[in-house]
């Protein structure tokens, strides 16, 4: 839907030196837009008030002779304590999870004419899209992600603040796995200043994988993404408010793509033979994978059942074969040995693609993105031999909102943190289950922790077993499993278990919402 909006009237009003008598909550007030500042103070003196537009104001509205200046309220912390804007008043706005309800304020300025009201209208909002803020977006909800709340938060805790905001918007519920992917794959980018996701990390990890597979994939993907939580994996979100000091909240989550600042985020290609698929996030085979994936079947135990299935998997510890290569990032040469000589794991006409995607199989010939091209042999490749308890790749710190896994992690640059735990007596191995909650765990002696510009994984099978192999997961999708670790029920996988599966990163490839 695109609700309607009063246009920008007369463009080129000046947000410098606008100075009238007004009436601001019912008093007399002389008003001031100076300097991206709206200031007041009430006739016959009094104290001077001020609204920064950049930092505290989230849109304004004219009506006849009257400015509705909406403001972001004043933060999470302000919003709890119920402070703000002096003459502001709270505008109905819901009431989520997060306690999102009123959050936005107003701030009615009546001025002394209709043209005077139209005028300083104009000046703000040009202030307002001169800060790089988005117009128009395309939301793309999953009523399904999470505890199926996606449609809710969407509707009592996005749609206010971006209304008090003006942008423009057309929604979108996601009716199927994989319905982002196909969007995202056709949508009319023109149309958009951004691709917004109300929902977990696999709704984002479609939308990256759709842009990319299309014919302008080099353009397209440049287009922000934003993404408010509303799924059980919320990582990136966690990632993105956590780096800019801001607690986990829809409403933050929402500011971040409202304010508009945005930052390059890294996309790693992941590729078996021809098959390719695009990652935002982490790649993980061993316990971690076994945790994450194994525990769904003790979903009725809630948020215990992570904690319930680690103790488990550490009571009878499994460990795998296989070999890991890497590229090492700068600094970091002296982790595994050497490697004489690499074979190419070049795929030629790769496909691209989520789990199960057949419908979606993509080859050179539709101009889709081929990932970077690397000359594997002109590289410094080291390896470190199994056996593992763990590999953790990842490219944004948190992998959800309770787990950080790369403490070092950054968005865009250009490398991917690995975390590796080959032995590790059992006691130990507790601890750093535990500390893996606050990314401690990395600094433990039982922790390789390093950084690298490409990887392959060469899977083996478990110790002690010559038909067993593991799980692995790529942003919260299984992407490989081994065989005997079937449940039977599941979708054929993307990747086979046992060929090497090689990661490679594209420096700032995408772009992202930010609150910072
Ligand atoms: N209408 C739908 N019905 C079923 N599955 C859907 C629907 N829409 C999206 N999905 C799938 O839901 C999955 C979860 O998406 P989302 O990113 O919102 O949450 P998540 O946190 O990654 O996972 P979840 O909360 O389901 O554990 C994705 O794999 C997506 O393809």
């Avoid at 080129?12 to 601001?24: C, D, H, Q, T, Y």
């Avoid at 601890?431 to 401690?440: E, H, P, R, T």
Wanted: net charge negative; proline share 5%.
């Amino acid at each position: 839907m695109l609700p309607s909006m009063a246009e920008p009237q007369a463009a080129g009003a000046k947000a410098e030196g606008l100075s009238k008598p007004v009436r601001i909550g019912g008093s007399a007030a002389e008003a001031t837009l100076s300097g991206g500042e709206l200031t007041w103070r009430a006739s016959g003196g009094g104290e001077r008030v001020s609204l920064e537009l950049e930092s505290e104001v989230l849109g304004v509205r004219v009506d006849g002779r009257v400015l509705k200046v909406a403001t972001f309220g004043g933060g999470d912390e302000a919003a709890a304590a119920g402070r703000s804007s002096p003459s502001s008043r709270p505008v109905t706005c819901g009431g989520g999870r997060d306690g999102g309800g009123g959050r936005v304020r107003e701030v009615v300025v009546e001025m002394e004419s209709e043209e005077a009201a139209a005028k300083w209208g104009d000046a703000m909002r040009d202030r307002l899209a001169s800060l790089g803020r988005p117009k128009r977006l395309f939301i793309i909800v999953n009523p399904y992600g999470g505890k199926r709340g996606g449609r809710k938060i969407f509707q009592t805790e996005v749609v206010p603040l971006i209304q008090a905001a003006g942008i423009l918007y057309s929604m979108q519920e996601t009716k199927h796995r994989l319905h982002a992917q196909e969007i995202a794959h056709s949508l009319d980018l023109r149309k958009y200043d951004g691709i917004v996701c109300v929902s977990g990390d696999g709704i984002l990890v479609e939308v990256v994988n759709g842009l990319l597979q299309r014919e302008d994939w080099n353009t397209a993907i440049k287009i922000p993404l934003g993404i408010i939580p509303a799924g059980t994996g919320n990582g990136m979100v966690q990632s993105l408010l956590h780096f800019a000091g801001e607690s986990f909240s829809v409403y933050n989550a929402v500011l971040a793509i409202i304010r508009g600042h945005k930052r390059p985020l890294d996309v790693t290609s992941v590729v078996q033979g021809k098959t390719r698929f695009f990652s935002v996030l982490m790649l993980t085979w061993g316990l971690v994978a076994d945790i994450d994936i194994e525990s769904e079947k003790y979903r009725w135990m809630g948020s215990a059942r992570l904690d319930f299935y680690s103790l488990l998997r550490m009571v009878s510890l499994r460990r795998y074969n296989g070999r890991v290569l890497f590229v090492p990032a700068p600094g970091y040469e002296g982790f595994g040995d050497p490697v004489e000589q690499i074979t190419s794991c070049k795929p030629d006409g790769a496909s691209t693609g989520i789990q199960g995607d057949t419908s979606n199989d993509f080859n050179d010939e539709t101009c889709a993105y081929t990932g970077p091209s690397i000359d594997e042999a002109d590289l410094e490749w080291r390896s470190l031999d199994g056996p593992f308890v763990s590999v953790w790749v990842s490219g944004v710190p948190f992998a959800s909102e309770n787990v950080m896994a790369a403490p070092e992690a950054n968005f865009g640059d250009g490398y991917l943190d690995v975390a590796i735990i080959k032995d590790c007596p059992r006691s130990a191995l507790i601890g750093l289950v535990f500390q893996m909650k606050d990314g401690s765990y990395v600094k433990s002696p039982y922790v390789e922790y390093f950084k690298v510009k490409a990887l392959r994984i060469e899977p083996g099978m478990r110790v002690g077993s010559s038909t067993k192999g593991g799980i692995i997961d790529s942003d919260g999708e299984v992407i490989a499993r081994g065989d005997g670790s079937h449940t039977g029920d599941e979708i054929e996988h993307l990747m086979a278990y046992g060929p090497p599966i090689q990661l490679t990163v594209d420096q700032g490839l995408a772009t992202i919402f930010s609150p910072r």
